[in-house]
C-alpha cells in the first residue's frame, strides 16, 4: 500500500515561513523523483518545485523561485517543501507527487492546506 502524506500546512502572516514535509511508504523511494505540486481555488494544479531520486538537481516555479526550497531525506523516505517570504497568492493545496522513471509509475498524496492571511 503507497502512501504519501503530508504535514505542516496552515495558516501563516504574509512573509512568514513554512515547512512542508511528505512521509512516504509502500515504494522504493529513493528511486523516484518528487515534487510538491498546489491547486488554488478555482484554478489549475500547477508545479511548484521538483527533485530528482538522488537530490541532484531541483527545479522551481518561477512564481517561488528564491523562495521556496525542495529537499529530501532518502534514508527518511520524505521530502520537504521550506517556503520563506508568503504572499497571498501562495495561499493553496499543496500536493506531494512521486514519479518513477520515464512514468512508468506515479504517486500523489491527499494534500495540506496552506494560507497566507493577515
Known amino acids: 500500500q503507497v502512501q504519501l502524506v503530508e504535514s505542516g500546512g496552515g495558516l501563516v502572516q504574509p512573509g512568514g515561513s513554512l515547512r512542508l514535509s511528505c512521509a512516504a511508504s509502500?515504494?522504493?523511494?529513493?528511486?523516484?523523483?518528487m515534487s510538491w505540486y498546489r491547486q488554488a481555488p478555482g484554478k489549475e494544479r500547477e508545479l511548484v518545485a521538483s527533485?530528482?531520486?538522488?537530490?541532484?538537481?531541483?527545479a522551481y516555479a518561477d512564481s517561488v523561485k528564491g523562495r521556496f526550497t525542495i529537499s529530501r531525506d532518502n534514508p527518511r523516505n520524505t521530502v520537504y517543501l521550506q517556503m520563506n517570504s508568503l504572499k497571498p497568492d501562495d495561499t493553496a493545496i499543496y500536493y506531494c507527487?512521486?514519479?518513477?522513471?520515464?512514468?512508468?509509475?506515479?504517486?500523489w498524496g491527499q494534500g495540506t492546506q496552506v494560507t497566507v492571511s493577515s
Open positions: 527533485i530528482t531520486d538522488t537530490g541532484g538537481t531541483t
Open positions: 509502500g515504494f522504493t523511494f529513493s528511486r523516484f523523483a
Open positions: 507527487h512521486a514519479r518513477y522513471r520515464a512514468w512508468t509509475k506515479d504517486y
